[in-house]
Structures are given as C-alpha cells and as structure tokens.
C-alpha cells in the first residue's frame, strides 16, 4: 500500500470523515460567537453549515452557557439506573408533549438515537411473540456510523468495508424534488408501489429522514410523500421510525419535520440541536404502547441497553434551556424560509444551479458541473475555497450545496453567505 504522508495540524489526532494524505490543513477555531467563528488566524468565518448541522442558536449562546454551568456546579453525572434527577425528567416532559410520544430512552448521538429505535422496534414484535425480519428504508438515507445505523443506510463508499457484516434492508427510492420539478407525482407513485409490494412481507419497522435527506444530499421530498408512507405503514401495522436528527427542532420551518408533513411515528429518534448543538446527547421517543410492550415480570422483556453518559445532568439542562429560547421566539425558526427564498429566486436562472430546493432554515441546490454526482464531485472542495475567502464556511455535499445557517444568522449575514456562493458560482 501506498504510503503517505498524513498532513495533520496534531500528530495525535485524528479526524472525521477526512483523507489526511489530500486534505487541507485544519485551521485553529478559538472562539465562536452568534453565527461567527473566530479562526487563530484569519478573519471570522460565518458558520453556514451550524458546525455539522448542530448549531441551533449560535456559537456562545449566554442562556446555553449559563444552564450549563449552573447545573456543572449542581450536578454533573450520576448513573441514571437507580436514580432519576431533575432536569431528565423536565426534558422528558417537555418532549413528550411536543413530539406526542410518551416515553423518552437517553443515548449520545444521533447514530445511537437510531439503533436504540431499531432495537426498541425490532425487540417489541420479539416480545409480542412474533418476531419480524424485515427493515425498509430509503435510497440515498443517511442514520449514522455505528453498524445497525451503517446497515439501514445507503450503501456507499462509507459502508463497503463492512458490508459483509451489515444486516439485510429492504429498499425503496427517495422520490427527491425541486422548484418546477414536473415529475414528481409520477415518481412518488412509483416509490409508493414499491413501498406497497415491500409491506406485503412481515415487516418490523420503516425508517425515514422526514422531508429531508442531510447526507444524501440535501434531498428533499414533499409532506404529501411522507403522509403517504405514513398511512401505508400504519394501515400494514407496522412501526414508522422517523429519525429527525437533522431535521427536529425547528430546521425544517416547524418543530419538527413530521409535524410539517402531518404525520405520528411510533418512534423517532433526535439529537444535534436537542441540546442546541452545545452538548452531545440522543434521545430516542416512542409511545406509550411501544414501551408497555417492554413492561412485564418477565425479565426477557427488557430493553437491555444503556450508555455510561445516559441522561447526563449537562446535556439535559442544555436541552432545556435550547426548548426555553425556541419556545421564547418560534418565528426564528417559522420565518427563516422566507428569508431563504428572497436569495433563492435571485439564483434561479443561474447557468451553473439547478434543482434548487428549500424546507425552513435548510436551502439547496446542484451545481451544474461535470464529473459523477456524489460526494466526491471536486466542484465541492472549489466552492468551499472560495467561500472561505468571503468569510463564509460552507462544506458541499459534492456537487450539492447548502446552506443551513444557525437562527443567529442576521440577515446581512445570509446575504454574506449568498454573496460567497455567487462569487464561486461566478469562478466556477
Ligand atoms: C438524519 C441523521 N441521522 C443520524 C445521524 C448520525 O448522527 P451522529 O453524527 O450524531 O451520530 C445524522 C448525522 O448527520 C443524520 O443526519
């Protein structure tokens, strides 16, 4: 095998998602503040991309430092199996009610957040009696980096080391759209079919990014789409899992994204902005009669799984206090579509931008360039160049770029980041 040599700014890091023989140097991040992060050196970048899509309510948010550290002083761990405190059950309150599933379980991440909801779905039929094989997920779905995440999954460059050891998953395509998009309903009718054939086999449970798929490219899909998948899972008796770790609190223009389309999953699971993006934390939620379905004198009903951190003190008071500024001002998540859209129209008849798309503060579009489309597409690494000579942190999905501001972003501040994309659309 080749050898390299791995260009890295610490001899003992490693970092994400990165080939260290080809990448750029990392840049030293000192402080952040509102939608601004301050670089050693070099001026400040606007962080348009939330810091991997989990910065809620900006860098240095004085309500989220202050929850933070008032209850670091209180009560900073405890293990949360004979004992409970305070600002877990506040949250599981608080989220019970807004997303109408009763019971919260606690894990770390987003990633942990799904496998605890494929677990939970798949042990429930275990425990009815009747087990069931088969998971249908989507075409281009992205639900993190552990193995059962891996599996339902798109299969991709990502996952092929591992494939041999990825459960099995039933598929059905990602009916994406676009503004003028002509063909939408003949391809949603044509997933839908799919979808049916699929429900015709015992299945466990069908998962879905609701309205959006992050990874796969910022791909979107109608409400009536995910109404209907709803309905047809519901009325197959099978168990929707919809996993909004991108999408919940308020990205995509309402609390959550089923909220948007109108649906009720059994079970969903949540993290990035769960604690505004300061503290990493999951949360998976499921109904009342998905939990009673573990609850018995039998000690092979139980959901055996936990996690050392579950439910710690820090990422709870952090949730709290992200529900708190949400629900102190809703229309900065409810009005950031419209302010997308006035830059939107001004790219529409741009040469080198199609299938521009948009759902609440997450704003998208294809560069119309050569090369395969997909993550590897070099337009991508050109237009976060040139973006960060603008001032502005963008990190393109290939060919897809996106915007996906946190809610301190002002409005001088968008137009900085429209005005960073024209400039590299203008070198391109
Ligand atoms: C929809 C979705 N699910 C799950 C995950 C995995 O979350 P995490 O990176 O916190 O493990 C992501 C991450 O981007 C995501 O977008």
Not at 43 to 49: F, G, K, M, Q, T
């Amino acid at each position: 095998m080749a050898s390299f040599e791995a260009r890295s700014r610490h001899p003992n890091l490693w970092p994400p998602f990165t080939q260290l023989a080809t990448a750029a140097l990392p840049q030293r991040i000192v402080s952040g503040k509102g939608s601004l992060l301050y670089r050693e050196h070099g001026e400040p970048l606007i962080d348009a991309i939330s810091s991997w899509w989990v910065t809620l309510h900006g860098h240095g948010h004085p309500v989220m430092a202050a929850a933070i550290a008032e209850q670091a002083h209180r009560l900073e761990q405890v293990i949360f199996a004979d004992f409970t405190h305070e600002p877990a059950e506040r949250l599981g309150e608080r989220l019970s009610v807004i997303t109408g599933l009763e019971r919260l379980f606690f894990s770390d991440n987003g990633s942990t957040a799904v496998e605890v909801a494929l677990k939970i779905a798949c042990q429930w039929w275990h425990n009815q009696g009747q087990p069931r094989q088969q998971i249908i997920a989507f075409d281009g779905a992205y639900h993190g980096d552990t193995f059962g995440a891996m599996a339902v999954g798109e299969r991709n460059l990502f996952s092929e080391p591992f494939e041999q050891k990825l459960f099995p998953v039933a598929r059905v395509p990602w009916p994406s759209t676009w503004w003028g998009d002509e063909a939408v309903v003949e391809k949603e009718d044509a997933a839908l079919q799919v979808l049916d054939q699929l429900l015709e086999t015992p299945t466990a449970a069908v998962i879905l990014e609701p309205l959006l798929q992050g990874a796969g490219g910022m791909a979107m899909v109608r409400p009536e789409f995910v109404r209907a998948v709803a309905q047809r899972v519901q009325d197959s008796n099978v168990l929707l899992i919809a996993d909004e770790v991108l999408t919940g609190f308020g990205r995509t223009g309402d609390w959550f994204a089923c909220h948007r389309a109108g649906i009720q999953p059994d079970l969903m699971a949540l993290s990035k902005g769960l604690t505004g993006g300061c503290l990493p934390m999951g949360v998976t939620m499921a109904s009342e009669r998905i939990f009673q379905g573990f609850v018995g004198q039998d000690p092979a009903l139980t959901l055996w799984h936990g996690h050392s951190f579950t439910a710690n003190p820090l990422g709870c008071a952090a949730a709290n206090a992200s529900l708190d500024l949400l629900e102190a001002n809703p229309e900065a998540f409810r009005g950031f579509e419209q302010r997308h859209k006035q830059h939107l129209q001004r790219l529409l008849n741009h040469p080198r931008v199609g299938r521009i798309r948009l759902t609440g503060t997450v704003a998208a579009f294809d560069l119309n360039v050569e090369g395969t489309a997909g993550y590897l597409n070099p337009a991508g690494p050109t237009v976060k160049r040139i973006a960060m000579e603008h001032g502005v942190f963008l990190r393109p999905l290939g060919q897809v770029v996106y915007l996906l501001p946190p809610l301190s972003t002002s409005d001088q501040q968008l137009e900085q980041c429209y005005g960073a994309i024209e400039a590299a659309l203008a070198k391109l």
